[in-house]
Nanobody
């Protein structure tokens, strides 16, 4: 059984930065395909970024415009999301998700992920 635990959320002003982390246990982390999803008030859950840990290939939502960076540390079984130049529209509950396979095509919907964390809240004040 894979367990995912997020951390690093908080309240920041517009233009600020945060780094989210997702610690994974169970399974072989280096084989995972993992992603960060955001659930904002009044909006559907969306994929923000994803990474195939075997190759380091990444996916980003077009709306991010280079402000976020996803990475993985195989030695620590942890995935990160560095978020810079945060905007009020970035406010939401951020979820870590994992598929235990190194997928050829990185899934861009929640249906492509088998395991989920509990979420960490990010609030950006205007």
């Amino acid at each position: 059984q894979v367990e995912l635990v997020e951390a690093g959320g908080g309240l920041v002003p517009t233009g600020g930065s945060l780094r989210l982390s997702c610690a994974a246990s169970g399974g072989t982390f280096t084989n995972y395909t993992m992603g960060w999803f955001r659930q904002s008030p009044g909006k559907e859950r969306e994929l923000i970024a994803a990474i195939r840990l075997t190759t380091g290939d990444t996916y980003y939502a077009h709306s991010l415009k280079g402000r976020f960076t996803i990475s993985g540390d195989n030695a620590k079984n942890t995935m990160y999301l560095q978020m810079n130049n945060l905007k009020p529209d970035d406010t939401g509950l951020y979820y870590c998700a994992a598929n235990r396979r190194s997928l050829i095509v990185i899934p861009t919907t929640g249906a492509g992920y088998d395991y989920w964390g509990q979420g960490t809240q990010v609030t950006v004040s205007s």
